[in-house]
């Protein structure tokens, strides 16, 4: 069975600040899924769908939505506690995901400080590898999942590369990788990451063939080159499906 792509609104965050503009060019390419990217805080606040975007975005089966990982654009990281202000924007985050048939939420592993907070809405949910900035070591992402069993894991190939851990994480979760956030990326330390396959020509993207048989859906996640066109992500929504044959 061909495996599924999703395409993240995050590809365009140098292209368009709107976001359903985002939405809008991403259901224009040929993909099974949009994934709806709230990178700060305050995104959610003010987050509007148009009707026409909730329409298109119910015929696809494969939405998801990231949980922002910043506060705003100032305050870098965002913890999620089991507090009102948390659980309130849950509930909003919960509005738009019943809204697009949404079939998973996603936030950074070390953001979650009270999996309450979770439980209290019930959405598939999965942990996203980020190590770089957190110290986080494959020995915490195992404990987090045997203490959290009914969660997922979406593999970040970039903040995998970045860590020189792709090849582990896939031997230790491969049962556990529901999603993969697909994109290029020099390593290790922070270098150039979430590039674009198709337009990126180092030889460690040779690394990416860790991923290759999984059997979970692939979300794109890159975007992060100056000067994209709607062209190039058509190319890229090519490139990956080629590649996944």
Not at 106 to 135: R, V, W
Not at 159 to 188: D, W, Y
Request: glycine share 4%; net charge positive.
């Amino acid at each position: 069975m061909p495996r599924k792509i999703i395409f993240s609104t995050g590809n365009y965050f140098k292209v368009y600040s709107d976001d359903n503009r985002k939405i809008d060019s991403c259901l224009k390419l040929d993909v099974e899924g949009v994934e709806i990217l709230l990178a700060v805080a305050s995104q959610i606040k003010n987050f509007r769908l148009k009707k026409g975007n909730i329409k298109r975005l119910k015929k696809l089966e494969l939405n998801t939505i990231h949980l922002p990982f910043a506060l705003s654009a100032k305050k870098r990281y965002i913890y999620f506690y089991n507090s009102r202000i948390y659980r309130d924007m849950m509930k909003r985050v919960a509005k738009i995901a019943d809204m697009i048939n949404a079939v998973n939420i996603n936030l950074h592993a070390h953001q979650l400080k009270n999996p309450k907070l979770l439980a209290d809405f019930p959405f598939h949910y999965t942990f996203e590898n980020i190590t770089e900035s957190h110290g986080w070591g494959m020995n915490d992402y195992k404990m987090l999942f045997k203490k959290n069993p009914e969660f997922g894991m979406l593999l970040d190939t970039s903040h995998a590369i970045r860590t020189c851990q792709l090849k582990e994480m896939v031997k230790n979760f491969r049962k556990k990788i529901n999603f993969i956030h697909f994109s290029c990326a020099t390593g290790p330390g922070h270098g150039n990451d979430h590039y674009m396959a198709h337009r990126y020509n180092e030889p460690n993207k040779k690394l990416l063939d860790a991923v290759k048989n999984l059997k979970c859906p692939v979300i794109i996640e890159a975007g992060a080159e100056e000067g994209l066109t709607q062209k190039d992500m058509e190319k890229e929504v090519a490139y990956v499906r080629k590649w996944l044959k």
